[in-house]
């Protein structure tokens, strides 16, 4: 399946290695057909988080375009929550909020790549302390370890596939990792479990937009889905027995833009377009079948009201127990907050602080709104002219849940983590130049939308060769020393083997310290093409020193060593490669050639013959291997 970062230094690669590398094949799943769970009491919980999910493309909310059978099932077999919100339309957070019953600032991730605080109990922290089997499939980056929701789980499994072009990718396909959850699955027959599985098929891009076949972005978008509730199938069919005594609940992490309020994707904005999630859920205990509440709940409330499901004890929450709603009742009204800092992490724009309370809804920003949503779900038209009383009750209320001083110090909370901000922006996650405070505040991100837009499109994956560009460009004229812009106009420039004019961008992306080392290799790659080897390698060895680890520089400096006739350190850079990553597979020839080189004719044989057994049965670069076997052996 595609969705392979875009990736720079191939130019190098493939000039000496060849051939392009795994890529997955997509399918469609049938719905499943395993039974509904009957009444009792609910030993196991499986929890589905499909990322990227409006609630309104969902079956059982009324969406007719036959996406989910899977979760219309469940919904049917049990309730879905009409009104249900994230607390911040961004992944990370968004799941943090639900596996610890807080709001962001009680759990501490307020954006993508900003930890989970260590001492928060979670749902796997506390079931686990309650005896039961815990285990997570992660499909994509933004919930790696590293962030801290693996605590708690005796299996976290987060390891993302390499790409055709040797780098890690940022996100795998939903088969894959419900065959991983299939498996353990299996191999955990007997005791009390808590399965976590998350599906990232709806995050964009939509498909393969190069092989869009005149199918529009909602239309590839609704694709996505379909195969996502296909793997809920699966999983479903898979628990069989089991499934009576297991409560099953999927939601959706935020929601998705395609143009509302000017904004495309998600992250910045705290409109209901990314914030009005599907959670559906049945199992024993919930005996209401096919019921829709329509009380307001917010994915805070997922942890303690799994809690009470299976009666394993609470939970220090921001959210309540909902089972009053589940089972026909009532809570008493509650206010419900939702918030976006990327604005501020990613811009250095106002971050959105937003709160829920009865027909009214308002957003704290520069410029405050409120909206009556009851009458206009869309938010459509401001009223704040309208009601000034409501609406500084609200700011006030506000306060209470992340306090307006935060809103200036972004410093405080952005993260130094270079790789995972790099592949952060490969998935998606926009950083443009940081727009410092002025003595009016900081800009409204209403008054950036268009930028912002430009931006989601351009980091969505959805635009290709001249239209991309154009709107790189378009991007410059108004941020002219966008960085990220930059890196991703010299990534174009370079497919189009436009050295000079690409090289001069990754320049000036370098100079805008990005946290990566993308414009390191871009140039890299610009400056070999040119000729410059020596300046090429000078640009590796200063990537190296940022990034000691990244395996793509030191087999970068391997094949340059190498081709310079310094055989002995170009088997060191690439031996280290792969010492950080066995199946670099680029990198395991490269090195067979090294060894070549330097006259270790065994080294190399074994290095090759090590490197086809890596290979899969069907892939294209076996008879490239082969050959270089057979020249060995002569
Ligand atoms: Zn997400």
């Given at each position: 399946m595609r969705k392979a970062a875009p990736y720079i230094l191939v130019v190098m690669l493939a000039a000496v290695a060849g051939g392009v590398f795994l890529r997955y094949r997509g399918g469609r799943e049938a719905a499943s057909t395993a039974p509904v769970a009957r009444a009792g009491t609910a030993r196991h919980l499986v929890l589905v988080t499909i990322d990227t999910l409006r609630a309104d493309h969902v079956g059982a909310y009324g969406y007719r375009a036959g996406t989910t059978p899977s979760l219309d099932r469940i919904a049917q077999g049990g309730v879905r929550f009409d009104r249900a919100y994230a607390p911040a339309p961004i992944t990370l957070a968004s799941h943090a909020s639900m596996l610890t019953g807080r709001y962001p600032a009680g759990h501490g991730a307020r954006d993508n790549l900003m930890p989970v605080n260590a001492s928060v109990p979670t749902l796997a922290t506390v079931l686990h302390d309650q005896g039961f089997q815990t285990a997570a499939f992660i499909a994509a980056f933004p919930l790696d370890h590293r962030f801290g929701l693996s605590r708690g789980f005796d299996v976290y499994s987060d390891r993302m596939p390499r790409g055709p072009e040797g780098k890690l990718l940022n996100e795998r396909p939903g088969r894959q990792v419900v065959d991983e959850a299939l498996g353990w699955l299996e191999a955990h027959r007997g005791g009390r479990?808590?399965?976590?599985?998350?599906?990232?098929?709806?995050?964009a891009p939509y498909g393969d937009p190069a092989h869009a076949a005149g199918r529009s972005p909602i239309e590839r978008y609704d694709d996505e889905i379909r195969t996502a509730d296909g793997q809920v199938?699966?999983?479903?069919d898979g628990l069989g027995p089991v499934l009576a005594d297991t409560i099953v609940i999927v939601v959706g992490d935020h929601g998705e833009a395609f143009g509302e309020h000017g904004e495309i994707g998600h992250s910045i904005f705290v409109y209901d377009t990314t914030l009005h999630v599907p959670w559906v859920m049945m199992g024993p205990g919930i005996t209401a079948r096919?019921?829709?509440?329509?009380?307001?709940?917010?994915?805070?409330?997922?942890?303690?009201?799994?809690?009470?499901?299976?009666?394993?004890?609470?939970?220090?929450?921001?959210?309540?127990?909902?089972?009053?709603?589940?089972?026909?009742?009532?809570?008493?009204?509650?206010?419900?907050?939702?918030?976006s800092f990327a604005p501020l992490v990613d811009f250095g724009w106002s971050p959105l602080r937003a709160l829920r309370s009865g027909a009214w809804k308002t957003i704290a920003a520069p410029r405050p709104e409120m909206y009556d949503i009851e009458r206009d779900?869309?938010?459509?038209?401001?009223?704040?002219?309208?009601?000034?009383?409501?609406?500084?009750?609200?700011?006030?209320?506000?306060?209470?849940?992340?306090?307006?001083?935060?809103?200036?110090?972004?410093?405080?909370?952005?993260?130094?983590?270079?790789?995972?901000?790099?592949?952060?922006?490969?998935?998606?996650?926009?950083?443009?130049?940081?727009?410092?405070?002025?003595?009016?505040?900081?800009?409204?991100?209403?008054?950036?939308?268009?930028l912002a837009a430009r931006m989601g499109l351009v980091v969505s994956g959805e635009l290709q060769g001249k239209a991309l560009e154009d709107a790189l460009r378009a991007i410059l004229r108004d941020d002219p020393g966008n960085p990220q812009a930059h890196l991703r106009?010299?990534?174009?420039?370079?497919?189009?083997?436009?050295?000079?004019?690409?090289?001069?961008?990754?320049?000036?992306?370098?100079?805008?310290?990005?946290?990566?080392?993308?414009?390191?290799?871009?140039?890299?790659?610009?400056?070999?093409?040119?000729?410059?080897?020596?300046?090429?390698?000078?640009?590796?060895?200063?990537?190296?020193?940022?990034?000691?680890?990244?395996?793509?520089?030191s087999a970068n400096l391997g094949i340059l060593e190498s081709q310079a006739g310094r055989a002995d350190q170009a088997i060191r850079s690439l031996t280290e490669a792969l010492?950080?990553?066995?199946?670099?597979?680029?990198?395991?020839?490269?090195?067979?050639?090294?060894?070549?080189?330097?006259?270790?004719?065994?080294?190399?044989?074994?290095?090759?013959?090590?490197?086809?057994?890596?290979?899969?049965?069907?892939?294209p670069q076996r008879p490239e291997v082969e050959r270089l076997i057979a020249a060995l052996g002569r």
């Open positions: 479990f808590f399965l976590w599985v998350h599906l990232y098929e709806p995050h199938g699966r999983l479903l096919g019921a829709a509440i329509t009380d307001p709940v917010c994915l805070i409330d997922l942890a303690p009201t799994l809690l009470a499901l299976l009666g394993t004890g609470k939970i220090d929450a921001d959210g309540v127990n909902v089972r009053p709603l589940i089972d026909g009742g009532h809570l008493p009204a509650r206010d419900l907050y939702a918030e779900p869309n938010e459509t038209t401001d009223v704040t002219a309208l009601h000034p009383d409501v609406q500084k009750k609200f700011a006030d209320r506000i306060d209470r849940y992340s306090p307006a001083e935060l809103a200036q110090s972004p410093d405080a909370i952005v993260t130094s983590d270079r790789e995972a901000a790099t592949r952060l922006r490969a998935l998606g996650y926009v950083q443009g130049t940081r727009e410092k405070a002025t003595a009016t505040g900081r800009a409204d991100p209403k008054d950036r939308r268009e106009l010299g990534d174009c420039l370079l497919d189009q083997a436009q050295w000079a004019e690409a090289e001069r961008h990754f320049s000036v992306a370098i100079t805008g310290d990005l946290p990566s080392v993308d414009a390191y290799l871009g140039l890299a790659a610009c400056q070999s093409a040119l000729g410059r080897r020596d300046a090429s390698e000078q640009t590796l060895r200063k990537a190296h020193e940022l990034e000691p680890d990244n395996p793509v520089v010492v950080v990553d066995p199946d670099f597979h680029e990198a395991r020839f490269n090195l067979a050639l090294a060894y070549a080189r330097a006259g270790r004719r065994q080294d190399a044989e074994r290095a090759a013959r090590d490197l086809l057994s890596r290979l899969p049965a069907d892939a």
